[in-house]
């Protein structure tokens, strides 16, 4: 298992674009997944 984190400012530019593009983004880090809609993320912004 890689020790990968998502990183805050891949966060944050995941958030902006989903607000910007009104698009579902899911990424993945080694401890969960992350959906990004509307600017929002599913984990809360604790991470």
Known sequence: MKNLRLC????????F??????????????QQF???KDGECSCGDYW
Request: glycine letters at 8%; one cysteine or more; proline letters at 0%.
């Open 8 to 15: 805050g400012d891949c966060h944050n530019a995941a958030k």
């Open 17 to 30: 674009i989903s607000f910007i593009f009104g698009r579902k983004i899911i990424l993945r880090d080694v």
């Open 34 to 36: 992350h959906h990004f």
